[in-house]
């Protein structure tokens, strides 16, 4: 069990709680900051796809 916590799923739940990408905590060109950055892209696309879905 790791006690660091997971960029990309930082980044999920940032998404979900409507936090902007901007705020992406890593430094820009590290591997964390891709990571943060693809979590929340992946869970910002679902919720677009849902709510396109429900219209």
Request: glycine fraction near 10%; proline fraction near 7%; avoid cysteine.
């Amino acid at each position: 069990m790791s006690t660091h916590p997971d960029p990309f799923e930082q980044g999920e739940r940032a998404a979900r709680d409507n936090i902007p990408a901007e705020a992406n905590p890593y430094q820009d060109g590290s591997e964390q900051h891709a990571l943060w950055a693809s979590g929340h892209e992946r869970m910002a696309s679902a919720r677009e796809a849902g709510e396109s879905e429900g219209t």
